[in-house]
């Protein structure tokens, strides 16, 4: 334990706010009320005996399974993360000796100055760009579900690291904080603890209950957690608040520490109007004035932890998994596809992990709750915290797969938008899409989803249509390495395909072609299915069309959309979806990056009207989107 952690946090401080100055923006008085605290967590506590000594990271290896994890919820402090890791360096473990590259500091300091500059990985909040950056920070609220999934993912793997998370107080009103502290109690999770830096100030004035630190304690006490109040300036108190959170079982601790923003410089400090706000030249020769001396020879030490004997299973050929061998003549909800292949999958890879909002009946995740229940997390109805414990499980390693009724991934986009941020690897399957659920009505009926992976960065969309399909997809799905998400159906549908049919990302499926095509029909779900039955129709009275199953919508199968533009002119989308970031704009978007193209047409059969309850046929007729919807487009094409 070092003495001179008074001088690293006034370091710390230093750094906060000559970067910001330079940079000429930031959060400088943010960062200045948690610099005790984590001057005191990173180099200066305690655990009990049998949880080890102070942090523990490999500064050289941060994907080291046995590292303590270090979450700054509140990224808008991101300049005092940074600080941390240009004072930190491993010569405070036993094996590393000056000379090895980890005597040295984990980062050079003067990369501070860089901050927030076009090129620099010292962004205005935290991303993947900089190497000890757990997930991007800086939507509120969001840190501690990871870190929910993350110490959850210890306890899996019978782990010792710790993970802490750094709130600040004005993101502890957000509703997925709270969701995060009641699973964080449901799974006892005494390998996580939180610290809320409790500075009264928000963005415009006073937080909720201002320095009223018992109102803290008193909710996360109701929440079933240890708090702990303690004055945030105060070291000796501080670390005797880690050293009390080391020794408690089978609940979470939470550090409620009382703080001043701009703590250090008089004219900053517990005043109003200086969040989000740099020092003037001047104003900074006046702060470094009050700081006094400073000694950037300091470092901060910190041990490496115990090598972890675990390695990551990866999916590979050579472990093929099973498929089911579905009778042709029985119609199979894609839904339930979708649980057999997760059946599975969990046999044959051993970091899939499955995650489920109390919805595991009916999307048929419940098949891995039955036969591996250590793989299966069920999450309640916090499709919030849902998705950051997945984001928190795939930062360590594990593929998630996370389910829920399509439309209530919208409730949680904020958390996939961050969770595409950080480069992860989880992937959302969401069931009951489309006005064919039928009775249920509006509020069930997944109708914005596709547009809402579609607009996210390298982000997979695929939407099966039979159960074959879905079950190729889930593998396929299990082997990409990024994020994807699945739509199925809850409407029983007929097998369209052959065990032996392969399913690649990015692919799509002909099913109806030939030289006289007077349109190409394209679908995916329950709306291929009306295609095939317009198709019958039609061709009785002598007229064909071409039918593509666009499993793929993004990325979409340019290929086989350029030939069907080419040899039939006109392309009818038809999705039981909303018009607007669905299949059809992936489609014509596709197309019009084409140059070569010209004299076709794409045409959109959708839903444009606000849904009902009523029979699956009714809302597909009453959408424009069933079969007699698409015979009357085609016809209206050739009378053209």
């Known amino acids: 334990m070092q003495n001179n952690l008074p001088e690293l946090a006034k370091l710390l401080r230093y750094y906060s706010l000559i970067s910001t100055t330079e940079a000429g923006s930031g959060h400088p008085s943010s960062c200045l009320s948690a610099a005790d605290l984590m001057a005191v967590?990173?180099?200066?506590?305690?655990?009990?005996?049998?949880?080890?000594?102070?942090?523990?990271?490999?500064?050289?290896?941060?994907?080291?399974?046995?590292?303590?994890?270090?979450?700054?919820?509140?990224?808008?402090?991101a300049p005092l993360f940074y600080a941390l890791y240009a004072i930190a360096t491993n010569r405070g473990s036993p094996s590393v000796a000056e000379g090895d590259p980890l005597y040295?500091?984990?980062?050079?300091?003067?990369?501070?100055?860089?901050?927030?500059?076009?090129?620099?990985?010292?962004?205005?909040?935290?991303?993947?760009?900089?190497?000890?950056?757990?997930?991007?920070?800086?939507?509120?609220?969001?840190?501690?579900?990871?870190?929910?999934?993350?110490?959850?993912?210890?306890?899996?793997?019978?782990?010792?690291?710790?993970?802490?998370?750094?709130?600040?107080?004005?993101?502890?009103?957000?509703?997925?904080?709270?969701?995060?502290?009641?699973?964080?109690?449901?799974?006892?999770?005494?390998?996580?603890?939180?610290?809320?830096?409790?500075?009264?100030?928000?963005?415009?004035?006073?937080?909720?209950?201002?320095?009223?630190?018992?109102?803290?304690?008193?909710?996360?006490?109701?929440?079933?957690?240890?708090?702990?109040?303690?004055?945030?300036h105060n070291v000796n108190e501080i670390q005797a608040a880690f050293l009390k959170a080391g020794q408690t079982k089978d609940r979470p601790v939470m550090i409620i520490a009382k703080t001043f923003k701009g703590k250090g410089v008089s004219f900053m400090e517990d005043k109003d109007g200086w969040h989000g706000k740099p020092l003037s030249a001047e104003e900074l020769g006046r702060a470094l004035k009050e700081l006094g001396d400073i000694d950037k020879s300091l470092v901060g030490e910190i041990s490496i932890p115990e090598k972890s004997e675990r390695q990551n299973v990866g999916m590979s050929e050579t472990r093929q998994m099973k498929f089911t061998d579905y009778d042709l003549t029985k119609m199979v909800a894609t839904r339930k596809a979708y649980g057999n292949a997760l059946a599975n999958l969990v046999e044959v890879n051993s970091d899939v992990i499955v995650l489920d909002a109390e919805t595991s009946n009916s999307t048929y995740a419940d098949a891995v709750k039955k036969n591996h229940p250590e793989r299966f997390v069920e999450c309640f109805i916090a499709e919030q915290n849902m998705v950051g414990m997945a984001l928190g499980f795939s930062r360590r390693g594990k593929i998630p797969f996370v389910s829920t009724f399509a439309a209530f991934f919208s409730r949680a986009y904020d958390q996939i938008r961050m969770s595409a941020l950080a480069q992860s690897n989880i992937k959302y399957i969401g069931s009951h899409a489309g006005v064919s659920i039928g009775e249920d009505g509006g509020s069930q009926m997944g109708l914005e989803e596709i547009a809402m992976f579609r607009a996210l960065p390298e982000t997979v969309v695929l939407y099966p249509s039979d159960a074959v399909s879905a079950e190729k997809l889930v593998f396929e799905t299990a082997k990409h390495q990024g994020n994807v998400y699945i739509q199925t159906t809850r409407k029983e549908g007929a097998i369209l395909y052959n065990q032996d049919e392969a399913f690649p990302i990015g692919g799509s499926k002909t099913l109806k072609s030939s030289e006289n095509d007077v349109a190409t029909v394209i679908g995916a779900g329950v709306t291929l299915h009306e295609a095939l039955a317009a198709y019958e129709e039609l061709k009785k009275e002598g007229i064909n069309i071409r039918v593509i199953d666009l499993y793929s919508v993004k990325p979409p199968d340019l290929d086989a959309l350029k030939k069907a533009a080419l040899e039939t002119k006109n392309i009818i989308t038809v999705e039981d979806s909303h018009h607007e970031g669905g299949i059809y704009e992936a489609v014509a978007g596709a197309l019009a990056s084409v140059s070569s193209l010209s004299s076709y047409k794409v045409a959109s059969l959708s839903v444009k009207k606000i849904p009902h309850s009523g029979k699956p046929e009714e809302l597909l007729a009453f959408m424009g989107i069933d079969r007699t919807a698409i015979i009357k487009n085609v016809k209206e094409i050739i009378n053209q």
Not at 49 to 60: A, N, V
Not at 63 to 72: A, G, H, T, Y
Not at 159 to 167: E, I, K, P, S
């Open 41 to 77: 967590l990173m180099f200066g506590t305690s655990r009990a005996e049998s949880r080890g000594t102070s942090f523990k990271t490999d500064l050289g290896n941060h994907e080291n399974p046995n590292n303590d994890r270090l979450i700054f919820s509140k990224g808008h402090a």
């Open 104 to 232: 040295k500091r984990a980062m050079e300091p003067e990369e501070m100055l860089t901050l927030r500059k076009f090129g620099s990985r010292l962004e205005g909040h935290p991303t993947m760009e900089f190497p000890y950056t757990e997930v991007p920070t800086g939507s509120l609220g969001q840190g501690l579900s990871v870190g929910v999934g993350m110490a959850l993912n210890a306890k899996l793997d019978k782990l010792d690291y710790l993970t802490f998370v750094l709130l600040g107080d004005s993101e502890m009103a957000e509703g997925s904080v709270w969701e995060a502290m009641a699973a964080a109690s449901y799974y006892k999770l005494d390998n996580l603890v939180g610290i809320i830096d409790v500075n009264r100030l928000g963005q415009r004035g006073e937080t909720m209950y201002g320095h009223h630190v018992e109102a803290y304690a008193k909710k996360c006490e109701a929440f079933g957690w240890e708090s702990i109040l303690v004055d945030g």
